[in-house]
């Protein structure tokens, strides 16, 4: 059985406006960007330990299609959605959201 997957609140946000920025450039583009966020949380949900860890107990997985990464850590309960990050970013953005949880 997969672990419910629960987005704290800034990572909602964030897939939330990459959503509306890939639909604004096309139509149906931002539903494609949403059905490979979605394809990236069930492996993370089948697959928790099999990524790599990228700070103490925070994993990574990537969206195809998409230059965006997932940072999450599953506990028994859930997974946890840290951050729907674009790539081209500074990488201490995620890194300070990571390090403050």
């Known amino acids: ?24 450039k096309e139509i149906g583009l931002g539903e494609n960007f949403y059905r490979a966020l979605s394809v990236a949380l069930t492996y993370a949900a089948r697959n928790p330990d099999t990524l790599i860890k990228v700070y103490e107990n925070y994993r990574r997985v990537l969206l195809r299609r998409f230059p ?9 309960e859930a997974i946890h959605i840290y951050s729907v990050f674009h790539c081209s970013q500074n990488p201490e953005k995620w890194m300070k959201r990571l390090k403050k949880s």
């Open 1 to 24: 059985m997969l672990k419910p997957i629960v987005f704290l609140p800034d990572a909602l946000v964030e897939a939330s406006e990459a959503y509306a920025w890939y639909e604004e």
């Open 68 to 76: 965006y990464a997932v940072f999450y850590e599953h506990g028994p």
